[in-house]
């Protein structure tokens, strides 16, 4: 069973480009997360994804989007790079049953912005 | 809203040495609680969970157990290994929806042999 997949594993762009990382779900997960993590820090909520619509989001300005595909597949894009986006950018996914359903974790897209 | 203090960091131990990593929470209601790991240059990996009030989460011979008396998740092992090196965050849902997690800022765990 495969678990969390993402795409690429690292990236490097410049500031005011624009990037999209890619995530797989689990499967049989119908929800899919993102998240940012600055070096050293936990990971901080971006925004989810269910039915392929927005379903809530993090503190993060309208330069971060996303969008997810009928196979629950999903993209996160983020336009006019700064250097503060450098992070490790964590998919998760889950079944949209409960508050306290459990997340899984992809192993992450790490992105630096020169 | 919801949310997690852990202990401040890094912990430091010795192969077999006893290791307790304090995670308090803020919550209303009585949410489901995790504790995450994450290797070095890795994602985040689910290690245990709770979902309600005294309930015991175990895995890999860690445990920990949710007390609301205390607000309190401490990840516990009994004896470390140079292989549990690794950050390690406390998290609980928050939010409206499903699946919102705040994390803790994370414990830096390094065992030596």
């Known amino acids: 069973d495969a678990g969390v997949t993402q795409s690429p594993t690292h990236l490097i762009k410049t500031r005011g480009q624009q990037v999209t990382l890619r995530c797989s779900p689990k499967?049989?997960?119908?929800?899919v997360s993102w998240y940012q993590q600055a070096l050293g820090q936990g990971p901080q909520f971006i925004f989810q994804?269910?039915?392929?619509?927005?379903?809530q989001r993090g503190n993060f300005p309208d330069r971060f989007s996303g969008h997810q595909f009928p196979n629950y597949s999903s993209e996160l894009n983020v336009n006019a790079l700064l250097l503060g986006d450098s992070a490790l950018y964590l998919c998760?996914?889950?079944?949209?049953?409960?508050?306290?359903?459990?997340?899984?974790f992809g192993p992450g897209t790490r992105l630096l912005v020169l | 809203g919801n949310s997690v203090t852990q202990m401040e960091g890094p912990v430091t131990l010795s192969e077999e040495a006893f290791l307790t990593i304090n995670c308090t929470y803020t919550a209303t209601g009585y949410p489901s609680l995790f504790w995450y790991v994450q290797y070095p240059g890795e994602g985040l990996q689910l290690l245990l969970k709770a979902t309600k009030a005294d309930d015991k989460g175990s895995n890999k011979g860690f445990e920990a157990t949710y007390r609301k008396e205390t607000t309190s998740f401490h990840l516990e092992k009994g004896s470390v290994q140079v292989s549990d090196s690794a950050v390690y965050f406390c998290?609980?849902?928050?939010?409206?929806?499903?699946?919102?997690?705040?994390f803790g800022q994370g414990t830096i765990l390094t065992v030596h042999p």
């Open positions: 499967s049989g997960h119908d929800t």
């Open positions: 998760a996914s889950s079944l949209a049953q409960g508050v306290g359903e459990t997340q899984y």
């Open positions: 994804y269910y039915e392929e619509e927005e379903r």
């Open positions: 998290a609980l849902p928050t939010g409206t929806s499903y699946g919102k997690l705040t």
